[in-house]
């Protein structure tokens, strides 16, 4: 198979270049590529979260939406340890635009909305499973 065109299908972008509908999606983080590049000292909740961050960011391209730390936390909660594969594939598919993650302030629990269409360039808008688009 050949190189494909740059943008085809939005495979050759990024999530964060397709900016994605959302509040999750308003805040992105940045993980430094040295690990030593963190501040020394931090423990607790503060170092899981840099983990996590450091963790996802290859699958994102380097720039981590608040909705993948988001759907993290859910798959935690719902798969605990030891489903690597299952947490893997499910960032994916969340990192290509075919699920996106509906945070809500009221709901602890945030959802996960199926892309019927999404874009094939940044500008375009996102066509979500049960009606409607966003963009």
Not at 42 to 71: D, M
Not at 77 to 87: C, K, M, N, P, Q
Not at 109 to 121: F, G, I, Q, T
């Amino acid at each position: 198979m050949g190189r494909q065109e740059p943008g085809r299908d939005g495979l050759e972008y990024r999530l964060k270049e397709l900016d994605p509908p959302g509040v999750a999606y308003d805040t992105w983080f940045i993980p430094p590529q040295d690990p030593n590049a963190f501040p020394a000292g931090l423990t607790g909740e503060a170092a899981a979260f840099v983990e996590r961050v450091r963790r996802l960011g290859p699958i994102y391209g380097g720039a981590v939406p608040e909705a993948a730390v988001r759907l993290d936390l859910r798959l935690d909660a719902e798969l605990g340890a030891g489903r690597d594969g299952v947490r893997a594939r499910a960032h994916r598919l969340h990192a290509r635009g075919h699920v996106l993650v509906e945070a809500d302030d009221e709901r602890a629990v945030p959802r996960l909305r199926l892309v019927r269409s999404r874009p094939r360039r940044p500008g375009e808008a996102w066509v979500l499973a049960g009606g409607g688009t966003d963009g």
